[in-house]
């Protein structure tokens, strides 16, 4: 009976992915010009802000990877990095390229952290939500300071996010296996590792540029033909005593496809504690886009999706609840 009920879900499961993607194409074909130019916009995004901040990030933290020096580097912060999240002290390098180029340079790094030996698999795990943060340029600048006219606001979103993170990574701290003490080093030539390092940096950037676009004409469908309808009408449900609670549940709902699209809404609403800490917690959660260019990286991890997601769930939570206490305070 487990099985039979198992094989129908499944069934179904792929069911409901075909029409959605049927449906997808069709939308495509009728209205070719107007998504065409959502693409193009999502492209013009990558190509102008995304592309320059991300390729040296992962052009160096690849090379970095590569030459077989992070273990030594890393040693001094061994000790408290076990401590505080059962891992070795790559944690820190990872968890500060991560806080300061944002997503997804953290999920790539583990990804080359686990293909040079560095990490096993539940290190890889437990890295995943640590390492999986937005940057200062973002939150602060783009959020904060362009969308909610506020510096003092980019800084708490920000705050808040990185903190999010760290308090969820404690959470498992004793999830997977338990950390290896040999692992393999890789000494490669450097005129190799110029290559491979260069290669997949321009690899992984035209795959992230390629989730911004399509997710950039996905997010368009779901507005113009009101697919988070239900959602958007659960999530009015808390927020019915707010004025224009409405407009900022619709704002919140779409931004968990692009997070981009749905802070900049929900600035619309003014800068108050409610507005902002849901802002910070669509960066902490990162939209649809984000999680598939990070799931892009940490499958080739060993990371498990499900974990993850329950992971983001957590974090976009707490970093929610700092940044709404933080809020009251300073406004």
């Not at 005593?241 to 900022?248: A, H, T």
């Not at 999680?291 to 997601?309: N, P, R």
């Amino acid at each position: 009976m487990v099985i039979k009920a198992k094989f129908k879900f499944n069934y179904i499961k792929k069911g409901i992915i075909l029409l959605i993607l049927c449906f997808l194409m069709v939308v495509l074909v009728c209205f070719p010009k107007e998504y065409q130019e959502s693409c193009y916009n999502g492209i013009s995004l990558w190509a102008i802000i995304v592309l320059p901040s991300l390729l040296p990030f992962f052009f160096l933290t690849a090379l970095l990877t590569s030459t077989g020096v992070l273990l030594k580097v890393c040693a001094p912060f061994n000790k408290i990095s076990k401590s505080l999240f059962n891992l070795k002290g790559v944690a820190f390098y990872c968890f500060a390229m991560s806080i300061l180029s944002g997503y997804p340079v953290g999920s790539k790094i583990i990804s080359e952290l686990y293909e040079k030996g560095y990490v096993n698999e539940g290190e890889s795990s437990r890295l995943a939500i640590l390492c999986s943060t937005s940057g200062p340029l973002f939150t602060i600048g783009a959020v904060g300071i362009s969308m909610f006219g506020s510096k003092t606001a980019g800084i708490v979103i920000y705050l808040s996010h990185v903190l999010g993170a760290f308090i969820t990574s404690l959470f498992f701290k004793n999830y997977g296996k338990k950390p290896e003490q040999n692992l393999r080093i890789y000494n490669n030539q450097i005129n190799n590792a110029l290559y491979e390092s260069m290669y997949s940096s321009v690899v992984s950037c035209l795959i992230v540029g390629g989730f911004i676009s399509v997710f950039y004409v996905f997010a368009e469908i779901a507005t113009n033909f009101n697919l988070l309808f239900f959602l958007e009408k659960l999530l009015s449900f808390p927020l019915s005593s707010v004025e224009f609670g409405n407009g900022i549940s619709k704002a919140f709902t779409y931004g968990l496809i692009e997070c981009t699209r749905g802070a900049k809404n929900l600035s619309s609403f003014g800068t108050n504690a409610l507005t902002v800490s849901l802002a910070t917690a669509l960066c902490s959660f990162g939209g649809i886009s984000i999680i598939m260019q990070s799931i892009v990286f940490l499958s080739k991890a060993k990371v498990k999706i499900k974990i993850f997601l329950l992971q983001k769930f957590l974090q976009m939570i707490i970093s929610f609840l700092i940044c709404f206490a933080l809020m009251l305070v300073l406004y």
